[in-house]
């Protein structure tokens, strides 16, 4: 079957830095998305990752391994802005993306 | 209209009755989706279309009929709505997700069915 696992909540601290894990089984692979969704909003798109490694995007980074079927989501300099929660969903060899359930990110000043 | 648009933003609706969910899209966007999102559950495709005439169905597509007449609309009718379809239900559209292309979602439908 296809599955997306993630944490359901992480707590973190003004300034530093945070990482959600994710792990993922889909049919097939064609990539994996993170989203950032605050709560009572639509999912925004952050980053797209189909090779191995790590993309820089800002404060946000995104590393992928696929023989691990493993990705995670690097926030620096953590803003209260930040305080979202945060979809990770894979894409599969159908070309539908598999979502996973959302970490709550929660920013203590 | 920028992007994607929905409406209702929020209804409240009796069980058995009719609803449509409206979508539409300006940015010429050739696949539109639609998903219901629950407390402590990832989004769930509900029905697609890959292009304007074509249409298909995701994981959880029973309750719920779509069509895509045209480019830029994909409504989501419940025939007989039951209390299980209380939801957010967003829309969105992309250039088809070859090649990491994102999908775009509308603001959402927060629909009670009671």
């Known amino acids: 079957g296809q599955n997306i696992d993630q944490p359901t909540e992480m707590t973190a601290t003004e300034g530093a830095i945070v990482q959600i894990n994710c792990t993922y089984q889909t049919s097939g692979f064609n990539g994996l998305f993170w989203y950032q969704q605050h709560a009572g909003e639509a999912p925004t798109f952050l980053s797209y990752?189909?090779l191995d490694g790590l993309e820089e995007k800002g404060r946000f980074s995104s590393f992928l391994s696929r023989s691990k079927g493993y990705s995670y989501l690097l926030l620096k300099e953590l803003q209260m802005k930040d305080s979202a929660s945060y979809l990770c969903a894979g894409l599969d060899s159908n070309y539908q993306l598999i979502w996973g359930a959302g970490t709550k990110l929660i920013i203590k000043p | 209209i920028a992007g994607i648009t929905q409406a209702p933003t929020s209804q409240i609706l009796a069980a058995g009755r009719r609803m449509t969910l409206r979508c539409t899209q300006d940015m010429r966007h050739n696949a539109m989706y639609w998903y219901r999102q629950d407390l402590g559950l990832g989004l769930r495709l509900i029905h697609y279309s890959n292009t304007a005439g074509t249409t298909g169905k995701g994981e959880v597509p029973d309750g719920y009929s779509v069509s895509r007449a045209n480019t830029d609309d994909f409504p989501l009718t419940l025939a007989s709505a039951v209390p299980s379809q209380t939801s957010v239900y967003f829309c969105a559209s992309s250039d088809g997700l070859a090649g990491g292309n994102e999908q775009f979602f509308g603001p959402g439908t927060r629909l009670t069915v009671l």
């Open positions: 990752n189909v």
